[in-house]
């Protein structure tokens, strides 16, 4: 019982008089125990940080070469079936279009939210040319598969969860509607 006094009245002691080797004792061992790890200070805003969405990695981009079209998707070399994100095509000149376009070539995929659809394809965007700005509307317009068969009139919108292109497929598509 006297060890316990003698080591609350000197805790007590130590916590009012401020003595500073309690505090170096901590810094010492959370050094130890964690590393030099410096201090976060609390930071002034004048205003609300300002938060901005990043562009698409490149890292995200995957090189595939096309074998064939199949109804309602692509089939790879690799045997993997590709679903393109955004869209729906399933008539003959819908499949002889894109089977003109891009079947035996190069093409980049690049996914986007759901990575895989309720068959087991994976959803993609697919590029004629590697993207040096994905979410540029007018390299989308130009160069991404998915846009080209929209804006020609060979597909429609289709998609059950929000895509990146969602606004760009929808001018698109009014646009079209506009033009008839």
């Known amino acids: 019982m006297r060890i316990f006094l003698v080591i609350f009245f000197f805790a007590i ?18 050094e130890a125990l964690f590393g030099n790890i410096p201090r976060l200070e609390r930071q002034q805003f004048s205003k609300p940080p300002q938060f901005v969405t990043a562009p698409t990695p490149i890292s995200n981009f995957r090189e ?11 089939e790879l070399s690799t045997r993997e079936q590709v ?3 955004g869209i729906v095509y399933y008539n003959k000149e819908s499949i002889d279009f894109l089977s003109e376009l891009i079947v035996g070539r ?8 759901i990575r895989v659809d309720f068959d087991g394809r ?9 993207p040096t700005n994905p979410t540029d509307t007018q ?5 991404q598969v998915n846009a080209i068969m929209l ?6 919108i289709y998609y059950q969860t929000r895509i990146r292109n969602e606004q760009i497929f929808r001018r698109i598509v009014e646009e079209r509607a506009d033009a008839r």
């Open 13 to 30: 002691t130590i916590l009012f008089t401020g003595c500073d080797s309690v505090y170096r004792v901590r810094d010492w061992t959370q």
């Open 106 to 113: 190069t093409v980049w995929l690049e996914p986007d939210g």
């Open 83 to 85: 679903r393109l994100i």
């Open 122 to 130: 994976i959803r993609r965007y697919v590029w004629l040319k590697y």
């Open 64 to 74: 595939a070469e096309v074998n064939r079209i199949v109804d309602g998707y692509i």
């Open 151 to 156: 804006l020609k009139g060979y597909a429609d």
């Open 139 to 143: 390299t989308i317009l130009i160069y």
